[in-house]
């Protein structure tokens, strides 16, 4: 810094901005040619809060389109083309709902119910959705949620979930979404009544009822239980859209035992049905299934959009380990580009990670798990291999399957030219 563009400690010091001296504000912040002070810092925080609360302000010419919407999900997420068609579809209306009861129509929320096992990208497509809308997103499990007055967790704690996400603005939490997560988990352990209640099963379903469809819940801010003297932050939830997951493990019997009632004489329609995939026997679900299954019909009733994910074979492996834009092979390679050294898998060691993954029946979720046991190993000698001038590294399908060590390579020398 030259001396010219120091302040002057001689002259009197006063904010650049609104001309107080530093004798009447609480804090003056020098800078290169000037000084603020601790009002004009809270005006200006103030003002930039404002505008990142507009940018919240969805109109019917700024939302993205159906179209858009399974695009941007495209980037991120490898087939499900169904299920990003009516995700697109259900967000969108969503939005356009909460648009439209501003100028005083009033339209009943479609929530939405992801069914498919685990691994094929169910929280992905939630996440990715919400990302792109700029909306506050938080991922909670059913499975801790009990009746209030008993052991566990209240289901307000979802909501404080999403509060927090939202930074404690509860505007921008009314607009938020909130995906639950094995929701099938809470299915009735039987069709007939128990004498003992069902807590952490059909009670917090009954729970869960008037903060699905719409109400004002008063969510402790610091989570736990309610008490009479704590404070409350009220949150009104007719705008938070919530998704649901799970993977209804014994729910493909059901369908099949109900499209077997329905098929008509023992004709051909009836071997068709024992020929159907799990994958095909899912896309058939309809509400009646789910209340079979433990869902109390009046919490079917407030989850309109159901869709059910295909499982990921291997070609779809193989394509999530280098597609996305966040794909499992990218991070690694960024990682190797940092040491200066080029990672390459061959043909046949996508292969062999994806047929690990597909035996281990973990979907997505594998692959990961995989390439972490593979690189342990290799990322723990990489710097020295680049002190050593080591530039390339090509795994095979040896080092995949059997964990033979990778090639490495140096760079050829150049021949001098006679």
């Known amino acids: 810094m ?104 009033e339209i009943e929320k479609s929530n939405i119910l992801l069914i498919g096992p685990t691994g094929v990208g169910k929280t992905l497509l939630a996440q990715t959705m919400a990302r792109y809308l700029n909306v506050p997103f938080s991922i909670s499990d059913a499975t801790p949620l009990t009746e209030a007055g008993y052991v566990g967790e209240d289901v307000e704690n979802i909501l404080l979930r999403l509060i927090q996400a939202a930074n404690y603005d509860v505007e921008r939490t009314q607009q938020g979404i909130i995906y639950l997560d094995e929701i099938d988990k809470l299915g009735r352990r039987a ?16 729970a869960l009822l008037k903060i699905v469809e719409g109400t004002v819940a008063n969510v402790p801010p610091k989570g736990g239980r309610k008490h009479p003297d704590q404070q409350y932050v009220p949150v009104d939830t007719r705008g938070i859209l919530f998704i649901f997951g799970g993977m209804f493990d014994g729910l ?43 869902l109390i019909p009046e919490l079917v009733g407030r989850i309109p959009v159901v869709v059910s994910l295909t499982s990921l074979d291997e070609k779809a492996l193989i394509r999530i380990l280098t597609e ?12 190797f580009d940092m040491e200066g050294i080029k990672l390459r898998l ?10 690990k993954a597909t035996e281990r029946g973990s979907g997505a979720r594998g692959l990961r798990s995989i390439m972490e046991q593979t690189m342990l190993d290799i990322m723990f000698d ?10 390339e590294c090509t795994i095979g399908a040896e080092t995949i399957t059997s964990g033979k060590p990778p090639k490495f390579k140096k760079p050829t020398a150049k021949r001098n030219a006679r």
Request: charged fraction near 30%; hydrophobic fraction near 30%.
């Open 324 to 335: 996305p834009r966040n794909a499992v092979l990218n991070q690694y390679q960024h990682y």
């Open 382 to 391: 990489l710097p020295d291999r680049k002190k050593q001038g080591y530039t």
């Open 346 to 355: 061959t043909d046949a060691a996508l292969k062999a990670v994806a047929h």
């Open 191 to 206: 069709d007939s009544p128990s004498i003992t209640r069902d807590v952490s099963g059909e009670g917090v379903q009954q």
């Open 2 to 105: 030259s001396q010219k563009d120091k302040p002057n400690p001689d002259t009197e010091v006063q904010c650049s901005f609104c001309g107080r001296p530093k004798q009447i504000v609480k804090r003056m912040i020098s800078g290169r040619q000037g000084y603020i002070c601790d009002s004009c810092v809270k005006l200006f925080a103030g003002i930039v809060d404002n505008e990142e609360r507009a940018e919240l302000t969805f109109s019917l010419s700024s939302l993205p389109t159906p179209a858009e919407f399974s695009a941007n999900l495209d980037s991120y997420v490898i087939g499900q083309k169904r299920p990003k068609k009516v995700l697109s579809v259900a967000v969108y209306n969503h939005y356009k709902r909460l648009i439209t009861r501003r100028k005083g129509m």
């Open 252 to 294: 493909v019997p059901i369908i099949r035992y109900r499209l077997r009632k329905t098929a008509i004489g023992f004709g051909a329609k009836r071997n068709r049905i024992e020929d159907l995939t799990d994958d095909e026997i899912l896309a058939r679900v309809e509400p009646d299934d789910l209340i079979h299954y433990g």
